[in-house]
């Protein structure tokens, strides 16, 4: 990385950079003590000494370099040691500058002040970003939140605050959330819990007609709001609910499997990484958080569930309803992967098929079927069973097993597709 930055050790890892500095340090001073000899006072011992403690130090500034690429770091910003110089641009031309400006900010929001004799940093504008009296951070965050979890800020321009946005839909709850947000130190977690265990929260998208016509976008929240998760939450919950999901917290991106010579297709000769490799075992089943972006080409599953590609900052995301989107939940070998987990886990099971379907569709809906949805997944089972009976590669090649018996195979092909259909039922697929 290029100046500055920050390195992230672990305990152990600062603890071994530490002893691998101190040794190699030992070595350099009695190198350069030995060079600073004259050269009339070295003798034959004393340089095969110019030769093996160099040897030495090449070897310790080896361990320790190696230590240190192992180190998590980030970039950081720090102060110009001569500011750069702002002017008003004039009709925005940046070929015709105006009057220098200072650093500052508008007169509408708090005055930003320096925390020495100096012009103010950017540490004095972190500072004034959080103050408990600025009337914007909290609220774009607690707004960022309520979006979030409803579909829908209380602002529902999230991206726009300012005079061409929409006014809040309640103002006062706003300001309540807001400030209860700064008292409790910034606590992220004490809002979303504070939220998500509200009466409001927990309504039910069902509605009369009267009451979808009166207010058709649910601003007045008179019930339960109704969308489809985002890309990230719906393999994050698909993963979950199969019971693959990889809980482990922090540590390096991660690849996950992507279509073959995707990424040669847009990758330069000398782009890192040009090849797509994915990541062995349970590593590729972390939390999506975690998953490796490549700005020129971002996950396909992602992206054709309107996940933004990155390239810029986007406040608010568009949802869309499209066939690719049923194609990839059906089809997605990861998906399919995880579908024919959770099946196999069921048939582990001693369970009648009746017992097996109420276990699987409340494990990844959270509620049991009703008799007409049992009833119609039972009748989808055993057409499975009839087709796959008749096709045992095909079964076979939906259980990734070539030595399966033709039984044996149909029985799983047909509950890795019934446990399939349940993960693209809208009540899996959307908050309701």
């Known amino acids: 990385l290029q100046p500055p930055y ?56 080896g361990e320790r370099d190696a230590i240190r690429m192992a180190i998590p770091a980030a970039l950081v910003m720090r102060e110009r040691a001569e500011p750069r110089p702002a002017f008003l641009l004039r009709r925005g031309d940046y070929q015709l500058p105006g009057d220098q400006v200072p650093r500052g900010t508008p007169a509408f929001l708090p005055p930003l002040n320096a925390s020495g004799d100096s012009i103010p940093s950017r540490m004095d504008l972190a500072r004034w970003t959080v103050r ?30 300012g005079v061409a946005g929409e006014a809040p839909s309640h103002p006062a709850l706003l300001d309540h959330l807001a400030v209860r947000f700064v008292q409790s130190g910034w606590d992220t977690k004490q809002l979303i819990r504070s939220i998500v265990l509200s009466s409001t929260y927990r309504q039910s998208s069902d509605a009369t007609t009267e009451r979808f016509r009166a207010d058709p976008e649910n601003r007045l929240l008179a019930r339960g709001s ?75 599953q992602m992206t054709i569930l309107d996940a933004p590609s990155r390239e810029a900052c986007v406040a608010r995301r568009e949802r869309t309803n499209t066939p690719l989107q049923a194609l990839l939940l059906l089809n997605e070998p990861e998906y399919l992967a995880a579908a024919r987990h ?72 047909a509950w890795t597709l019934t446990v399939s259909t349940l993960l693209n039922l809208d009540a899996t697929r959307s908050r309701s």
């Not at 691998?20 to 095969?48: F, G, N, S, T």
């Not at 089972?381 to 195979?409: E, S, W």
């Open 6 to 61: 920050v390195e992230l050790p672990s305990a152990d890892q600062a603890a071994a950079l530490e002893k691998a500095e101190a040794a190699w340090a030992v070595v350099d001073a009695e190198v350069r003590a030995l060079e600073a000899m004259p050269e009339a006072d070295r003798a034959v011992d004393h340089a095969q000494r110019l030769d093996t403690k160099r040897k030495d130090r090449l070897r310790l500034a």
């Open 132 to 161: 408990p009296e600025h009337p914007l951070t909290a609220r774009v965050a607690v707004n960022r939140v309520w979006q979030t979890l409803f579909g829908t800020g209380l602002v529902k321009t999230q991206e726009d605050f």
């Open 342 to 413: 959770l099946a196999e886990r069921s048939l582990a099971t001693p369970l009648d098929e009746g017992a097996r379907i109420d276990l699987l569709y409340e494990t990844v809906t959270a509620h049991l079927p009703t008799p007409a949805a049992r009833a119609a997944l039972l009748a989808a089972l055993g057409d499975l069973r009839t087709h796959y009976a008749a096709r045992t590669d095909a079964a076979r090649a939906v259980c990734d097993d070539a030595g399966l018996d033709a039984d044996t195979a149909a029985l799983r092909a």
């Open 226 to 300: 109704r969308f489809r998760l985002d890309a990230e939450v719906i393999r994050d919950q698909i993963l979950a609910v199969t019971g693959l999901l990889d809980r482990t917290m922090f540590g390096p991106s991660i690849k996950v499997p992507q279509p073959p010579r995707l990424w040669e297709a847009v990758a330069l000769p000398d782009s890192y990484p040009r090849v797509h490799v994915a990541d062995p075992g349970a590593a590729r089943y972390r939390r999506s958080v975690y998953t490796f972006w490549k700005r020129g080409l971002p996950p396909p």
